[in-house]
């Protein structure tokens, strides 16, 4: 068995709300996709939707020292952000200093990593808005024309 190890401190084994949109524009590039590659996409679409971070947008705001501080502040209008790192088993947002201390509030998150790292972000926006719709219509088009590839 493989078990799962951080690949910096900050970056703790756990479902990637950004990486995960790489991952599945690869497999959208596979030609004569299998059943199994389509399940991923499809997975992966139906996670995304499930957990978004709605009603908060960044914003950077002057720190002490003259610093400026990246912070979640509340705004219903706000498009939906992903965190860049969900809890395995939870799906809970989550965030690490170096010290690889799990943390769940964005704002406990040291200045140098709150400001200096992407916790969140769109990513998944085009995935959910533009090609994955696109790839559903070339689903359902290969469905009546066994030849197209619904991926491409």
């Given amino acids: 068995m493989i078990a799962t ?4 401190k ?7 709300g950004e990486e995960s949109v ?6 959208r590039s ?5 059943t199994k590659v389509v399940a991923a996409i499809e997975g992966t679409v139906a996670w995304f939707r499930s957990v978004p971070i709605a009603g ?3 914003e950077m705001i002057p720190g002490p020292y003259g610093r400026r501080e990246r912070v979640l502040v509340p705004d219903p209008a706000a498009p939906p952000l992903w965190a860049r790192f969900y809890e395995l088993g939870t799906n809970r947002p989550l965030y690490m200093d170096r010290d690889s201390k799990p943390l769940y509030i964005y704002a406990e998150v040291g200045y140098e990593r709150r400001s200096g790292y992407e916790y969140h972000g769109a990513w998944p926006a085009a995935l ?8 559903r219509v070339r689903l359902l088009t290969q469905t009546k024309n066994p030849q197209g590839n619904p991926l491409q």
């Fill in 5 to 8: 190890a951080c690949a910096r």
């Fill in 10 to 16: 900050f970056e703790p084994p756990t479902l990637s």
């Fill in 22 to 27: 790489g991952i599945v524009r690869f497999l």
């Fill in 30 to 34: 596979i030609e004569k996709s299998a």
């Fill in 56 to 58: 908060q947008r960044l």
């Fill in 128 to 135: 959910l808005e533009k090609y994955y719709p696109a790839r």
